[in-house]
């Protein structure tokens, strides 16, 4: 490995007697020694080790983006049940929530949400109440619903199951055994 050589200046102070006089005279010497960068060699081993890191994340990188955008469509969807069910006995009138597996919206009200690309939604709803492709969940202003629910899973396995009771409306989550009470989160 070549060294290379840089040239520096050091400045000092050195007093000078001359006939019983003192003077301070300033000097400046003349050094020779190794820089403080780096090297062409220690900068491409450096970028060599960051692709290698890079390379290596970015599969794993990918997965979170996916999983981040599937935990974010599951708040997404409960999210705009429990907000209908509260409009609903709040106003004291009925609110559906329209759910389109095929176009991937969900609209409460004047509330629309565009789940991703890479889920795939499954829908029950009363047949009485299903419009123009789309499921619906209809909140009555005692609180109650009409019941249903929302199976929303990814290409990567990932699925859950959001269950809206017809008696008291709650909305709940499902992972596994859905439909018989067990595993179940609640969101009042």
């Known amino acids: 490995m070549a060294t290379a050589r840089i040239r520096t200046w050091k400045t000092g102070n050195v007093q000078v007697s001359a006939r019983g006089e003192s003077a301070t005279i300033n000097t400046v010497t003349f050094q020779r020694g190794r820089s403080n960068g780096f090297t062409l060699l220690e900068l491409v081993v450096a970028i060599g080790i960051l692709v290698l890191v890079l390379g290596v994340s970015a599969p794993s990188m990918q997965r979170l983006y996916q999983s981040a955008q599937y935990h974010g469509a599951v708040n997404d969807v409960v999210t705009l049940l429990s907000s209908a069910r509260y409009l609903a006995i709040r106003k004291g009138r009925n609110e559906d929530v329209l759910i389109n597996p095929e176009t991937r919206i969900i609209m409460a009200g004047k509330k629309e949400q565009k789940l991703p690309n890479n889920l795939q939604i499954d829908v029950l709803g009363a047949r009485e109440l299903n419009r123009d492709g789309a499921g619906v969940i209809r909140f ?49």
């Not at 005692?142 to 008696?167: A, I």
């Not at 709650?170 to 969101?187: H, K, Y």
Request: glycine share 16%.
């Open 140 to 188: 009555y202003a005692d609180g109650s619903s009409s019941g249903g629910y929302v199976k929303l899973h990814n290409d990567s396995g990932m699925g859950v199951q959001v269950e809206v009771d017809w008696l008291l409306g709650r909305v709940t989550l499902c992972t596994e055994n859905c439909g018989n009470g067990e595993d179940v989160a609640q969101f009042d």
